[in-house]
């Protein structure tokens, strides 16, 4: 039946991309979410880790009166009308003098819905380093520092943890190179790839509305939402079709990100794998049963797509989101 396209459309989630977003799933009680704009409603930060084949991190030197002196990676605000990689490359050109590429997302981490920041492991590709005789309300200047001996003070100690696991990603990649997709969206929202395992069986959560769909969840932008951040968002979808207190659910991470920025549309949506188990111990080979008619467990019987979602799954071949 509708499992040709539900295949085609993980197989893409899979791949780090996906179909534009239609339709949300789930959504806050009250007033439909208005949508996403940037410097109105939502802020979005870009962070680059680079990490050089002698083990060196480029970190900059802050120049903004808060943090003057103090050393950083190279990170600041996204604007409206850029792409996510396109500020990257503005962030770093302003602050390091490089241009370079993204190789990967490494992390993506929120202060709920509206404050979310895109960690990415890049590569420098040209451009001079900035000095300190090039200093501007950008950066005070760049330079590359030994993994093991960062400068201080550093900003924020935030950035040792990104920085471990740029190395860690360099020593060993857990996840395939995942960089942003360019497709349109409103919401702040998340397409789920919420899986049940038995044995090598994996059920795969369906949405029915419309045409059968990975589901959707928004997440709204009131403060109750705020402070529950993306995760409430996948919580309130699961609530409405499975009785949760007897289940565990995990957020595995990130297959996919899914943003324009163009033309208004400054939404985004992440592609995210998680996992629904039961509590209690026990042999349970079937998937718990779901409440209602918007909702079903679609066994993923194609073999390629099955030993792809376990790997990822035993793996936890995911973008860390959040950790
Ligand atoms: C922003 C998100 C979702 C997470 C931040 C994670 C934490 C707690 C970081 C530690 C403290 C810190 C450095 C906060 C600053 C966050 C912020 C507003 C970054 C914007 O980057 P800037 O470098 O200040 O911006 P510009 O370069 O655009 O001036
Ligand atoms: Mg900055």
């Not at 093991?148 to 900003?155: C, F, Q, Y």
Request: glycine share 8%; aromatic share 6%; charged share 20%.
């Amino acid at each position: 039946m509708a499992s040709e396209g539900l295949t085609g459309a993980l197989a893409a989630v899979l791949a780090g991309q996906g179909p534009s977003v239609q339709s949300c799933d789930s959504a806050p009680a009250g007033e439909p979410p208005v949508p996403v704009r940037l410097r109105k409603n939502v802020c979005y930060v870009v962070l680059a880790v680079f990490l050089s084949e002698q083990d060196e991190v480029l970190l900059i030197q802050e120049a903004k009166r808060e943090c003057r002196g103090s050393w950083y990676l190279p990170a600041g605000r996204m604007e409206p009308g850029e792409t996510i990689v396109e500020a990257l490359q503005r962030e770093v050109k302003e602050e390091a003098g490089l241009h370079c590429e993204p190789e990967t997302l490494l992390s993506v981490e929120e202060r709920g819905p509206s404050w979310v920041r895109f960690v990415f492991l890049a590569r420098p590709t040209g451009g001079i380093l900035k000095t300190s005789k090039e200093a501007d309300a950008e950066s005070l200047q760049a330079a590359w520092y030994p993994r093991s001996s960062l400068p201080t003070p550093l900003r924020a100690h935030d950035i040792l943890h990104l920085v471990e696991l740029a190395a860690q990603y360099r020593q060993q990649a857990r996840h395939p190179l995942i960089l942003p997709q360019e497709l349109p969206c409103d919401l702040v929202c998340q397409r789920l790839v919420v899986t049940f395992t038995s044995a090598q069986t994996v059920w795969v959560l369906v949405g029915t509305v419309g045409i059968p769909h990975l589901p959707v969840t928004a997440c709204g932008l009131d403060p109750v939402e705020q402070r529950g951040g993306m995760k409430m968002a996948i919580l309130r979808l699961l609530q409405e079709c499975l009785t949760l207190h007897h289940l565990v659910v995990e957020i595995k991470g990130l297959l996919g990100l899914q943003h324009l920025g163009r033309d208004h549309s400054d939404g985004i949506c992440l592609n995210v794998l998680v996992t629904v188990a039961f509590r209690s111990p026990g042999i349970q080979d079937e998937p718990p049963k779901i409440r209602g008619e918007n909702f079903f467990w679609w066994k993923v019987t194609e073999e390629d797509l099955q030993s792809q979602l376990l790997k990822r799954l035993q793996g936890s071949s995911v973008v860390p989101v959040n950790r």
